[in-house]
């Protein structure tokens, strides 16, 4: 079973409207999670990094949350535009390892 | 200024064959990753390289061998190819191996055996 399990394993959303995605992990001991954007045929975008200490963390129309006690974090996307459009991976960092989520494909559609 | 390139962008082989493939970064930082990505978009990693020294080699079989020659180069060398191995190899690199640091990926090597 992933250590890193993240839901939906899809969806479309329809342009200008919100979305969230989740994930949630048992990897330990926790360092960190990232959350990254991967449009097809491109390499991964770093879009947050969360710390234990850290519970948001926005970049732009993206905010990420981070509940470390029950080891879920959250992406919301904001106003959701076409360019969104992309495959969303959470990345949770341990002691000497990377354990990667399936990833999220977002569709928007105008 | 491409910040991470690899090349070939595209390699289509044959089973058996050797192949390599070729990571540059300009962004001066000291760790580079080879990760894989296959068909079901699942990107796992593969190798990491701090200062020239392997420093996390997960399970992957012998015929793949990381080479670094100095801190900006990490290529990937891969012996008798088999059909699993076809996928996307994606190099990255981040300053440092601890904490926050944030990971560039390079395009990918789309690898395709046949």
């Known amino acids: 079973k992933n250590q890193v399990e993240q839901s939906p394993q899809s969806l479309i959303i329809l342009e200008g409207k919100n979305c969230t995605l989740q994930?949630?992990?048992?990897?330990?001991?926790?360092?960190?999670l990232r959350w990254y954007k991967q449009d097809t045929g491109r390499g991964p975008v770093s879009l947050t990094i969360?710390?234990?200490?850290?519970n948001t963390k926005s970049n732009g129309r993206y905010t990420a949350t981070l509940d470390a006690d029950t080891k879920q974090s959250s992406l919301h996307i904001t106003a959701s535009q076409l360019s969104d459009s992309a495959s969303y991976i959470c990345?949770?960092?341990?002691?000497?390892?990377?354990?990667f989520g399936a990833g999220t494909q977002v569709v928007v559609t105008p | 200024d491409t910040a991470v390139s690899q090349t070939p962008k595209y390699l289509v082989t044959q089973m058996g064959n050797d192949k390599s493939i070729k990571c540059e970064q300009n962004?001066?930082?000291?760790?580079m990753y080879w990760y894989k990505q296959d068909s079901k978009k699942f990107l796992k990693i593969m190798f990491s390289?701090?200062?020239?020294?392997?420093?996390i080699n997960e399970t992957v079989p012998n015929r793949f061998s990381p080479k670094s020659p100095d801190k900006a180069h990490l290529n990937l060398h891969i012996n008798s190819l088999e059909l699993g191995d076809s996928a996307v190899y994606f190099c990255?690199?981040?300053?440092?191996?601890?904490?926050?640091?944030?990971?560039?990926f390079g395009p990918g090597t789309r690898l395709t055996v046949t």
């Open positions: 990255a690199s981040s300053q440092g191996t601890t904490g926050g640091y944030e990971q560039y």
């Open positions: 994930c949630n992990y048992t990897v330990s001991p926790f360092s960190n």
């Open positions: 969360m710390t234990f200490s850290e």
């Open positions: 990345v949770v960092r341990a002691t000497g390892k990377f354990q």
């Open positions: 962004l001066g930082h000291d760790t």
């Open positions: 390289y701090n200062n020239k020294e392997l420093i």
